[in-house]
């Protein structure tokens, strides 16, 4: 079976850098890009990350069904970017209004990801190939002030335990500098 790795690290933190040149020398990459393009600024961000992506590595764009994606791959590497935007686009597609959200519907929404989240686990644990899983650091932060960034904080935090709890190593970045803590 695979290896399972999770790189995190806050924003800016150097931590697709890091992981990206793990797999430098790799031609045989599936790179899994979550990230849609909702306004200039995220183009932009989707733009420069495709330029300094390996043009030899293979792309799947899409957020939804990434464990399928993941059962059918064939590649010896596979490079999951990025678990807390995959987790905001889901929190987005189910509601607009999350000042409204009673906390049945949080907890819905929350399994509902973590299905997602379970699913790409239980594919890449079966998976012959190597995957690095990208995710943000939220647990260095402050409580967010606002209700929205409060669910979102809550539930990627643990969800990147659960895939940190079933990865062989995983990584944070500070300052463009690595640390191995598994």
Known sequence: MGKIT???GGSRSGKSSFAEEMLSNEDEVLYIATSIATDKDMEERIRIHRERRNPRWNTYEGYRNIGNI??????????LEC???LVANIMFESSSDFDKLNS????????????????IISESKKNTGDIII???EVGLSLVPEYRLGRIFSDILGRVNQI???NSDEVYI???GIPLKLK
């Open 83 to 85: 678990i807390g935007t």
């Open 6 to 8: 999770l790189v995190t």
């Open 70 to 79: 993941i059962k059918k791959s064939s590649f010896k590497y596979i490079f």
């Open 104 to 119: 049945s519907e949080i907890n819905e929404l929350e399994n509902d990801i973590l299905n997602e989240i379970n699913n």
């Open 134 to 136: 990208i995710t943000n």
């Open 163 to 165: 895939i940190a709890e």
């Open 173 to 175: 970045s500070f300052c």
